[in-house]
Each structure stands twice: as structure tokens, then as C-alpha cells.
């Protein structure tokens, strides 16, 4: 009886140890989603990542080690400045511990630069410069999502295996469309095509007509939108127009989302190639997750959204792994943990804080081959993650030489 009683002490102080060993800054773990609530990204980040992000929060139960968990949001406008100064206040004055999600890349440079200084975590999801890992790499920012490189793999080598050989880019310019451009040019090339040419257009601008006229001009094969929403859209609709396709040229959308095609509609987007990391009606798993989404947003999901959910709960884990909310200690509790969720396939947190993951493949449907609504894309194959995303830039300091 005595040894009973005995074993029970034991394991009771054993867990109250644990409790009192758990180290959470100022008894509360608190998530900053910074996004677009009102601009041109707000569609496909926004509130539907906010969303997410409360959706991990209380799937995870509402709270880590026994201290709460908080989401707040702010608009950053697509300013630098204003992300910035939203991240220092956050940082300093409100105890941020994670920034999430901030597209565009301009953006999540300027974030990542005041996360570096405050030595605090941000989660890239919506910006997909490839510098996030490479030259800007940094030990307290982590790209989860996709990457320049990765979606000029899916796309632009499977257009120019089939017969894709010649290129015009047409280039939003900011810091996401150049390297979109860079690196979709260097696979076109390797695959045995040609650039004929780019040129670069203000994001979000009211009038691509002049823009389109060149790459019409170029006479290349393929006019390559190394651009996101909204200019993606907006150059596929003035394609149709002016009467881009039936002159025999096409479009490739480097970076298209299904709430992109959801604007465009099928009859203008049908028959475009595009590389996803995240599809909501790909299995069970996707659309049980998605379903649930689409019941606050009244949206299917893009895969930065699913990505904004799959993060935070590795994060959430991390710190119930590691007794601690401490940044470096957490992702390296992530980077140990492999990441196999509805978002996921085969991910892991790489040296240099990028989520290696399988890609997709995929085809928007005809209006005739869509069954029911958000019924847009057929998965044509996988593309394992090493082969997306490549080895590690030895750019990276982080990156064992």
C-alpha cells in the first residue's frame, strides 16, 4: 500500500514539475495575423486566414502548457512601412510571439527584417520569393507554403515539355514577380526552351492593355504571368480579349489561386496548368477541413489559408513539445517533427526554414467536366518536394556548407 501510494506522489509531482518547468512568455502565447483585410490579396489571404488561424487555435483546444492562446489581425495595406511598424508594435508592446501569413514579398521582407531584430518568429505563407531561404534566410522566419522555384518547376517545365518553347514574361514589379520570372526563365531554358523577352508592370494596376500588347507582339508561344492576384487575372481576361488565344498563343499562370479562377470563371480560365501545394477536394481529409472553412468564409480555401492553419498547429505542438514558447527552441522542435496533415504531404522543416513538401500538378477543368461549385481543377500528378524546391541555397548561412 505504502509503494502504491509512493508510485502515485511520484507521478503526480512529476507532473506538476513539468507545469512549473513550461516557460511561456508573459503567460500567453499570442498570434499576429498580418494581411491584406482590404487590398487586391484579400480574397485569397485576409480574413480567410484569420480565420484559419482561429480554426487551429481552438482545434488545438484554446490553450498550450496551460496558458491561453490569442489570434489578433491587422491590415498592412501591401505597405512595407506600415507592415513593419505594425510588427514592432506588435512585437514590443503587445507581446506578439508569431507573425503569420503577409503576402506580398516586398512586404514579408520588410517583416522579416523587424522579426530579425526583435528575435521573434514570422511564418511566411503568401510570399514566395525564394531569398526567404536563400540569401535572407534567417533563424526567425519560416517559409511554409511555396516558393518562386517551386511553382516554376510544376508550371513552366511541364508547358515547355509540351511543346512550350518559346517565352514572353509578363512581370509584376515588385520582389515575388522578379524572382517568379528569374526562376521560371532558368527552368524554361534548362528544358530547352527560349526567352524572348519580358516586361514589367506596376502590382495591382488598373491597365495591362499596353503589357499585353507587347507579349502579343513578341510572338512567343507562351506569355508567362509571373504575377499573382490581381494582375493574373486581370491579363488572362485581356488575353480573351484581345484576342491573345486565338491567335495561337497561350497564357501559363506561374502563380494561379482557385479564388483566382473562381473570379475568372471556367469558360476564361479552362485548360490553364498551374502548380498548388493545397486543393480542397483532393481526398477525404482536404475537403473535411475545407467544408469547414468554406462554413465561415462562404469560400473554398487557397492554399495559403490551409497553409496558415497546418503552421500554426505545428507551432502549437512545438511548444507542448518543448516545454517553452522560446522561438529557437520551438523551431527546433519543428524541424524534428514531421508535417503530415490535411495541408501537407511528406513535409518537413528544412535547415533553412523551408517546409519541404509535395506539390501538385493541376488543370482547370472545362465547364462540362465541373460537377458541382469550386469543382475547378484536375490533379495531373505529384511532384515530390526535393524535386519542387531543390537542394538548399548555399547561399543560406543557416545551410551547413
Known amino acids: 500500500m505504502h509503494r502504491l501510494q509512493l508510485i502515485l506522489f511520484t507521478?503526480?509531482?512529476?507532473?506538476?514539475?513539468g507545469v512549473a518547468n513550461a516557460q511561456v512568455s508573459d503567460d500567453v502565447v499570442k498570434i499576429g495575423v498580418l494581411t491584406d483585410l482590404s487590398g487586391p490579396a484579400a480574397t485569397a489571404t485576409g480574413p480567410g486566414s484569420v480565420a484559419a488561424a482561429q480554426m487551429a487555435v481552438e482545434d488545438f483546444g484554446g490553450s498550450v502548457l496551460g496558458k491561453p492562446i490569442q489570434v489578433i489581425s491587422a491590415d498592412h495595406q501591401i505597405k512595407p512601412d506600415v507592415a513593419a511598424g505594425i510588427a514592432r508594435e506588435w512585437y514590443d508592446r503587445d507581446h506578439v510571439d508569431l507573425i503569420v501569413d503577409v503576402p506580398?514579398?516586398?512586404?514579408?521582407?520588410?517583416?522579416?527584417?523587424?522579426?530579425?531584430?526583435?528575435?521573434?518568429?514570422?511564418?511566411?505563407?503568401?510570399?514566395?520569393t525564394a531569398d526567404f531561404h536563400g540569401k535572407f534566410c534567417s533563424p526567425y522566419a519560416i517559409q511554409w507554403v511555396f516558393d518562386t522555384h517551386a511553382l516554376a518547376v510544376g508550371t513552366a517545365q511541364e508547358v515547355t515539355k509540351r511543346g512550350g518553347n518559346s517565352w514572353f514574361f509578363l512581370t509584376a514589379d515588385y520582389a515575388f514577380g522578379h524572382a517568379l520570372e528569374r526562376d521560371a526563365a532558368?527552368?524554361?531554358?534548362?528544358?530547352?526552351?527560349?526567352?524572348?523577352?519580358?516586361?514589367?508592370?506596376?502590382?495591382?494596376?488598373?491597365?495591362?492593355?499596353?503589357?499585353?500588347?507587347?507579349?502579343?507582339?513578341?510572338?512567343?508561344?507562351?506569355?508567362?504571368?509571373?504575377?499573382?492576384?490581381?494582375?493574373?487575372?486581370?491579363?488572362?481576361?485581356?488575353?480573351?480579349?484581345?484576342?491573345?488565344?486565338?491567335?495561337?498563343?497561350?497564357?501559363?499562370?506561374?502563380?494561379?489561386?482557385?479564388?483566382?479562377?473562381?473570379?475568372?470563371?471556367?469558360?476564361?480560365?479552362?485548360?490553364?496548368?498551374?502548380?498548388?501545394?493545397?486543393?480542397?477536394?483532393?481526398?477525404?481529409?482536404?475537403?473535411?477541413?475545407?467544408?469547414?472553412?468554406?462554413?465561415?468564409?462562404?469560400?473554398?480555401?487557397?492554399?495559403?489559408?490551409?497553409?496558415?492553419?497546418?503552421?500554426?498547429?505545428?507551432?502549437?505542438?512545438?511548444?507542448?513539445?518543448?516545454?517553452?514558447?522560446?522561438?529557437?527552441?520551438?523551431t527546433a522542435k519543428m524541424r524534428e517533427t514531421p508535417v503530415h496533415d490535411f495541408f501537407a504531404r511528406n513535409g518537413h522543416l528544412r535547415a533553412d526554414n523551408l517546409m519541404v513538401h509535395d506539390l501538385f500538378l493541376a488543370q482547370v477543368k472545362t465547364p462540362t467536366e465541373s460537377?458541382?461549385?469550386?469543382?475547378?481543377?484536375?490533379?495531373?500528378?505529384?511532384?515530390?518536394?526535393?524535386?519542387?524546391?531543390?537542394p538548399p541555397n548555399p547561399a543560406c548561412a543557416m545551410v551547413k556548407q
Request: net charge positive; hydrophobic share 45%; no cysteine.
Open 186 to 330: 532558368k527552368v524554361v531554358v534548362e528544358n530547352g526552351g527560349k526567352v524572348l523577352g519580358s516586361v514589367s508592370h506596376p502590382f495591382a494596376t488598373p491597365d495591362l492593355s499596353s503589357f499585353i500588347l507587347q507579349a502579343q507582339a513578341s510572338k512567343a508561344t507562351i506569355i508567362g504571368l509571373a504575377s499573382g492576384p490581381p494582375d493574373n487575372v486581370n491579363a488572362i481576361k485581356l488575353g480573351g480579349e484581345f484576342g491573345i488565344f486565338q491567335g495561337g498563343q497561350q497564357m501559363a499562370g506561374l502563380l494561379v489561386l482557385i479564388t483566382d479562377v473562381n473570379a475568372l470563371r471556367l469558360k476564361a480560365a479552362q485548360g490553364l496548368l498551374l502548380t498548388t501545394s493545397f486543393y480542397w477536394d483532393m481526398d477525404d481529409q482536404t475537403r473535411a477541413w475545407s467544408k469547414r472553412f468554406f462554413a465561415k468564409i462562404n469560400r473554398m480555401p487557397t492554399m495559403w489559408q490551409a497553409g496558415v492553419y497546418s503552421s500554426i498547429m505545428s507551432y502549437l505542438n512545438a511548444i507542448k513539445a518543448a516545454g517553452t514558447d522560446d522561438p529557437l527552441k520551438v
Open 371 to 390: 460537377k458541382y461549385p469550386w469543382d475547378y481543377y484536375k490533379v495531373l500528378t505529384r511532384i515530390p518536394g526535393e524535386q519542387a524546391f531543390g
Open 104 to 128: 506580398v514579398s516586398a512586404v514579408g521582407l520588410a517583416v522579416q527584417n523587424v522579426a530579425n531584430e526583435r528575435k521573434k518568429l514570422f511564418i511566411t505563407h503568401s510570399t514566395g
Open 11 to 17: 507521478t503526480l509531482l512529476a507532473g506538476v514539475t
